[in-house]
């Protein structure tokens, strides 16, 4: 049994090191013909319409999902199916990018002659820089390729990774180009934790409607009933005018208790910490609570232009995936 895990890791080093060597290779495919090809597609006033088939059709699909979350619009075409119908989803304006090894696969071959008659550009990623598709498209990335890490030199490996590496170095390029931010990546991403990241504000998060405070002057064991009722584990402290004098806990609580205070004759304003952080209530919630890991607290005051709105607890937070 040891010698057969012994086997099976030596296997998989051996794969992970071959398509690590091929990858590491790539930065010098960044030429200018490279630039050219994703300033073609930077500049396309429609939509990339990815296109493949066999193990390239599903780095075309990963290329389209990639590309659609970051900015750019796109599609995929399968290139066999495109010669049955699918043809019609290449609209004017769209530049149209090929995914192949050999770039002399059947479908391919069929199908270019097609698309170069409608006008559309054609992009081409191939590991083949004299093959069908190489000499047929406008613009080229060629990907040199020895081997496959496969022991017998046939299954999709290091070619698939490479151009899958390749896709994602020219959606990236694309975004960067486009200045796709944070909140636009969020606008695209609504479900998930990953999404509520970045989009959801303390103000969709926190407790409107309970809102503990107390006076300055109120008694100890009031300040007790106000934290106690509300649940959050804290109350703030206004002034006359409804200002924000500080806040109070139930650890402050219990360090008065602990250090021999006497309740009957304390009130609010002798407890409470009087510089509590703050957060405005149009302010992303992942941002309150990396405010609450770098203070170790649970409670964070909600402001609303500048005055008191509520309390966010983390929750409030956590109960929404967010972390």
């Keep these: 049994m040891k010698n057969i895990i012994e086997n099976l890791k030596e296997y998989a080093l051996e794969t992970i090191e071959a398509e690590a060597e091929a990858v590491s290779q790539l930065p010098g495919i960044v030429d200018d013909g490279f630039g050219e090809a994703v300033a073609l597609m930077a500049r396309c006033k429609g939509r990339i319409v990815v296109s493949g088939v066999g193990k390239s059709a599903v780095i075309a699909q990963k290329m389209v999902a990639t590309l659609n979350s970051t900015g750019t619009c796109a599609l995929f075409m399968h290139s066999a199916d495109a010669v049955h119908g699918d043809l019609g989803m290449i609209g004017p304006g769209d530049v149209v990018l090929f995914i192949s090894k050999s770039g002399n696969t059947e479908e391919v071959k069929r199908l270019l002659p097609f698309v170069k008659k409608m006008g559309n550009p054609v992009v081409s990623i191939v590991s083949n820089r004299d093959s069908f598709l190489g000499t047929h498209s406008d613009r080229l990335i060629y990907v040199p390729m020895e ?88 109350t703030v402290v206004l002034g006359p005018d409804g200002d924000l004098r500080g806040i109070i806990t139930n650890g402050d609580v219990r360090r008065m208790v602990e250090n021999g205070k ?28 990396r405010m609450m890991e770098a203070n170790n607290i649970t409670s964070v005051v909600v402001l609303d232009g500048g005055k008191y709105a509520g309390l966010i607890h983390i929750h409030d937070i956590m109960r929404e995936g967010i972390q």
């Design 262 to 289: 006497d309740i009957n004759t304390l009130q609010a304003k002798d407890i409470m910490s009087r510089s509590p952080k703050t957060v405005d209530k149009s302010a992303l919630a992942v941002d309150a609570l």
């Design 147 to 234: 081997r496959e890490a496969c022991p017998n030199n046939l299954a999709p490996t290091t070619s698939t990774t490479l151009h899958l590496v390749v896709c994602d170095a020219i959606a990236m390029a694309l975004s960067r180009f486009k200045n796709f931010t944070a909140e636009d990546f969020g606008r695209f991403h609504p479900g998930g934790s990953l999404g509520k990241r970045l989009y959801m504000r303390v103000e969709d998060v926190f407790d409107k409607t309970n809102q503990p405070r107390v006076s300055e002057d109120e008694t100890i064991k009031n300040v007790l009933i106000t934290i106690s009722s509300h649940r959050l584990g804290a």
